[in-house]
């Protein structure tokens, strides 16, 4: 979950930028968290409280409602009577994080992925990118390698994740769609030697940086079984109490970690 945060933190100076280093700067003074923080921690304390993801996405969200929420989901938090919008894009993924830690199979794992994203992307590509995500840090909190991560992605969902950071990089571009950047995303974690390159890889694609960085920093926590202390304690230092109070009860309660 801290992963997600933190990548979400170090993209947000480079969305829509068209940025492609590698070696920019971790953090800076617009270094801060957007709407993937909030709506992981909004779904990581539904998985603390009664699951029901819509109730507190609209609770949490509500109470940061300029964090850069795109215009349809703006509506739908503010409006009780709005329902699912069919958005096929990669919002559902990058609150995803949360239950692969909670769940305790893989069908579990796939299962609540689709409740969470259903609310609002109940498109099938919107649902499948949460699964993956939501799949994807599962198998790697659960000790699965890379090979075996690349392998079960690709066979349930027919992502072609036999790509490179090198390959997709020169000709891509901002793309919310989940079906052209929760792939990528997974790439970047694939081809990533830490959890800083990782992160790095997302933002270095130029696309949509923080989402893609929120992705790959979820699943490489899982599989480097945390986040770098230096890098901890920058985002914890830009959060508010209480994202830091979710941050720490469900880690405490689903990843075995005490707070610092």
Known sequence: MLGAIAGDMIGVPWECTGEKRHAFPLFTEYSRFSDDTVMTVAVASALLEDRDYA????????????????????????????????????????RASPVGYAARSVEEALEEAQRCAAPTHNHPEGMKG???????????????GKANIRRELTGRFGYDLARTV???????????AAARSVPEAIICFLDATDFEDAVRNAVSLG??????????????????????????????????????????????????????
């Open 207 to 260: 696309g949509d940086a923080d989402t893609i960085a929120c992705i790959a920093g979820a699943i490489s926590e899982a599989h480097w079984g945390g986040v770098p202390a230096t890098i901890e304690s920058e985002v914890r230092n830009r959060l508010p109490a209480e994202f830091i109070e979710v941050l720490d009860r469900f880690r405490a309660r689903y990843m075995n970690v005490d707070p610092p």
């Open 55 to 94: 109730r507190s996405m609209r609770a949490v969200g509500r109470r940061h409602i300029f964090a850069g929420y795109g215009r349809s989901f703006q509506e739908w938090l503010l409006y009780e009577e709005l329902g699912p919008y069919e958005s096929y894009g990669n919002g559902g993924a990058m």
């Open 130 to 144: 949460a699964q993956a995500v939501a799949l994807a840090v599962f198998l790697a909190r659960s000790g699965a």
């Open 166 to 176: 090198e390959s997709i990089r020169p000709g891509y571009t901002f793309d919310v």
